[in-house]
């Protein structure tokens, strides 16, 4: 059964994306708490160029609660190849839980105390050698 999954892009230190982005001035938030793709809890930690970040956090919640509204998620099961009631409930809840996900805590959040990034590259200067 095809199960959607929406991310935001982001640009991870050390990438090709995030050193052009940042010489571009785009990168607006530093704190790897919000570093997280799977949810949209924080603003993306980059500015997009044709819109702001509060319109881009705010247009994937809404594709996402589209997605999973429980006539979307019936269509899905109904085109499913499976039968399984354990595959309509196990759809019922994810589904449920995505409806309802501004009550999620971000992944990223056991991360709080990384106050701001460093490349990789960095972090593996400072560390003495064996």
């Not at 010489?23 to 708490?33: K, L, N, T, V, Y």
């Not at 979307?72 to 196990?90: D, I, Y």
């Amino acid at each position: 059964m095809d199960l959607p999954e929406l991310y935001v892009l982001t640009p991870y230190p050390d990438t090709v994306l995030y050193q052009r982005l940042l010489a571009e001035g785009r990168i607006a938030d530093r704190d790897w708490s919000h570093y997280d793709n799977t949810h949209f809890f924080h603003l993306p930690v980059y500015e997009p160029r044709r819109m702001s970040r509060e319109r881009l956090r705010e247009g994937c919640r809404t594709a996402e609660r589209e997605v999973y509204t429980r006539r979307n998620t019936l269509k899905r099961l109904l085109k499913a190849r499976s039968t399984s009631p354990l595959v309509w409930m196990a759809n019922h809840i994810y589904a449920s839980r995505i409806a309802t996900r501004h009550d999620l805590i971000p992944v990223g959040e056991e991360y709080g105390g990384l106050e701001t990034l460093a490349p990789t590259s960095a972090l593996l200067e400072e560390q003495p050698v064996p």
